[in-house]
């Protein structure tokens, strides 16, 4: 049986990464990938060379969360992917 998933970039754009370029930091690996969301992150990425890991942004994420994610911002459109 087919499954389609919906996302919606949340917490992942340019300034949210320059945001989360503090502390111990890791080189960014593998091939390049386009953010389709937000152009403005994929050069930052390229720029900086820097991974950012959820872990390292956790308490952004948990009090977005708690806040029922007022005012965080999102970026474009829905990405749809069919899975099977």
């Known amino acids: ?13 340019a300034a949210d990464y320059l945001g989360a370029l503090r502390g111990p930091r890791l080189p960014l690996s593998g091939a ?7 152009a403005e992150l994929g050069a930052a990425m390229r720029h900086h060379g820097v ?4 872990e390292s942004v956790l ?22 992917h069919d899975l099977g």
Do not use: F, K
């Open 51 to 54: 991974a950012v890991h959820e």
């Open 1 to 13: 049986m087919p499954v389609r998933t919906v996302e919606t970039p949340w917490r992942m754009g």
């Open 32 to 38: 390049p990938v386009e953010p389709v969301w937000d």
């Open 59 to 80: 308490n952004e994420l948990l009090t977005g969360l708690t806040l029922g994610s007022v005012g965080a911002p999102h970026y474009g459109q829905p990405i749809t």
